[in-house]
């Protein structure tokens, strides 16, 4: 199937299979590796992207879902080489250790930003509860995202 998706910023046309999850087709078309493929039933949010501004597993939707709709992934964060201010507080509050799970993590916060630009712990700690961590035990990650509040 044909699908016309815009990712990070630039309209792609692919020709996909149907049952091709976003996940796959980000990474296995456009060389995305910042999706990772944890679980692949929903579990884990390492595949966390933002659809249209949602935060969704992409291991759970399918590719041709994207059709028409905008994509954010960890590579579209950064802009003309400078980190985004989530991906610079996880590096300097410590938030980053295997990796796996910081990808889902960020772009999870990002869209609680979005919609409110100074959550309370609580409210960010709901909005990482579909990412799953066995390095930092949220403390970390929960503090850089604090230290980004308006």
């Known amino acids: 199937m044909e699908i016309k998706t815009t990712v990070n910023g630039r309209l792609y046309k692919l020709d996909i299979p149907p049952n091709w999850s976003l996940a796959y087709v980000l990474r296995k078309k456009l060389g995305l590796i910042g999706i990772k493929l944890g679980c692949e039933t929903g579990e884990c949010g390492s595949c966390t992207v933002l659809l249209n501004g949602e935060p969704v597993n992409s291991c ?47 772009l999870s916060a990002k869209a609680l930003l979005d919609k409110n630009p100074n959550p309370t712990e609580q409210e960010i700690r709901e909005a990482l509860a579909g990412n799953l961590c066995r390095c930092t035990g949220y403390v970390k990650p929960v503090k850089a995202i604090l230290s980004v509040r308006k």
Do not use: R, Y
Request: charged fraction near 20%.
């Open 60 to 106: 759970l939707v399918l590719g041709v879902e994207a059709d028409g709709k905008e994509i954010l992934t960890i590579e579209g964060l950064s802009k003309n080489g400078e980190l985004h201010p989530l991906q610079k507080a996880f590096i300097e509050h410590g938030a980053v250790q295997c990796g796996f799970c910081t990808p889902g993590m960020i």
